[in-house]
């Protein structure tokens, strides 16, 4: 669309206004959140004075650390997996034929759909059954936690990863590897040395998303987590169901701070997207 | 666009068997890239949900256990109760209210996004991607410390003389907080859709001596359709199923599905009706998705 279409007289204000709030409702919320994470008043939500203590107090639980460490192995080793496995269904869709293949494309496009709590329930009664099975088979006995939630987001993050990467194949013409086939590069090769550099910025993009998307997780995070064993966006809604305190405010912007980290290299891999 | 196997293997001439044979060869190596994704989703996604089918069929037993044998539909009729009854026909309405809320935000913005000059524009939709990105818990517990008790909102009520406000806990707050946190997801794919419009059509609308709101009528609004029901999936149905939002704003009468189901499994304990709720839930999702595909939008 081009500028020339804009509407004059009142509507042109009015989307001015309109556009203003926008910004206004989304950004006023967290500038204030931040702000009360370093007031001294015990009340959340009242300036009372400058201070660092609630973060002090952030650093010094070790139920608030904990769940912040596992948080991370938890974000690593998913993004991992997630990428490997989600950029190979990735090609396999987008480059290949082979038999089963709308189902599969189906399937993968299920865990994005399916709604959180559906998917959670879905989880929670799956390794209620599958340790009962593991230990009348191996005789070990399992718990939930590390393991059952890596895996629970390993589940839904393929799915975005596939997406993410099967996009940037789509877009791309596949003239260069046949190029490459033709001057006798193998199969492997082909991959290594013209798609994989091609599509590296949408398996960063996908990557980025997964990570947000475990670090974030509630609902199903909850369902899959065992006693002692948890993250810290659960952590976090548990204290929260229990009463707000400044100690919330803090961890809160702890994780906003994240979030917002892995919004600026997700559009640093936009950018080279673009440029690439 | 052109498959692979369009493409020849070297030093060979294109007889027949030999074409087969490297079409069977590409059609394994493309399985065998699907297959770990694949095994990995029967195992850990179909399964789990074939797992919630054969529970919503179950039994509860006396101490809030599930007794798997003897199948029967108690946990659906159960569904038809008046109490559930309301919860689901109050989870509608406000994913409903929603969804419609985002919607006369959204288009106006988009359109006006769709409308700055690019170098504004990138850095106007960077802003919106932000919020996109940033974790939803921590975006309606913001709600939460603004309209609680001697907060910031209450602060502005005040002076402005309107007393105490009871929003928190209230089916608004709920709404508010469905609102701030799926409002990017309809203005995304609404931006999408309006930018692609050749603006030309607007302007020889207007030319033709249509009003303003003809123009939108019978030009813009039918070419962003696409836009309009995808960004009013991707609103209304994480609305429909939320749990966090109503956990953290609502209070005891916002009670919506998805915290109901939650309190199937962690609270009432009973499992099969949990499982019945989550799996006409996930129907719902199914069908709408279904229909819009069918609608032949794939833009999202």
Redesign the interface.
Known sequence: ???????RGW?KA???V??W???L???A??V??VL?SFSESR????WGGFTFDWYQQFFDSNNARGALSNSVKIALVVTLISVI??T??A???E???????QV?DA??Y??I??????M???????FG?FYDVIEAVFGIQMRKGFGSIS??H??FN?SFV?VVVRARL?GMS?DL??AA??L?AS?WKAFRYVTFPQILPGIAGGALLAM?LS??D??ITQ?VSGPGWTTL?VY??GL??KG?TPL??AI?VI??L???L??VL??LAQRSRRTG | MRKKSDTLPHGSEATPEFEKAAQRKESRRGFLLAFPSYLYLVIFFVIPLAIVLVYSFATRNRFGGTDLSGWNLESYEKIAEPIVRTILFRSLWLAFLTTIICLVIAYPFAYFLSTRRPSIRNVMLVFVMIPFWTNFLVRNYAWRVILGNDGPFTNVTEFLGLGTNELLFSQKAVVLGLVYGYLPFMILPLYAAIERIDGRLIEASRDLYGSGWQSFRHVLLPLSMPGVIAGSILVFVPSLGAYVTPEILGGAKTTLLGSYIVTQFLTARNWPFGAALSFVLMTVMLVTTIIYFRKGGRTL
């Open positions: 669309m081009s500028s020339s279409v804009e509407p509507a009015a989307l001015h309109n556009g709030f926008v910004y409702f989304f950004y919320p967290i204030l959140l009360f009340n959340v939500g009242k496995l989600g190979m269904a090609l396999a869709l480059r290949f034929t082979f038999r089963g293949k599969f399937l993968l299920l865990p759909i399916i709604p959180d709590v559906t959670a329930v879905m989880l929670l009664l799956f059954q895996i629970s390993i589940a393929i596939s789509a596949t590897e046949e086939v033709d006798y199969r947000t670090l974030d509630v609902v369902f966006p976090v809604f929260i169901r707000v919330i405010n809160s994780m906003l994240a979030s917002m892995l919004v997700s559009l």
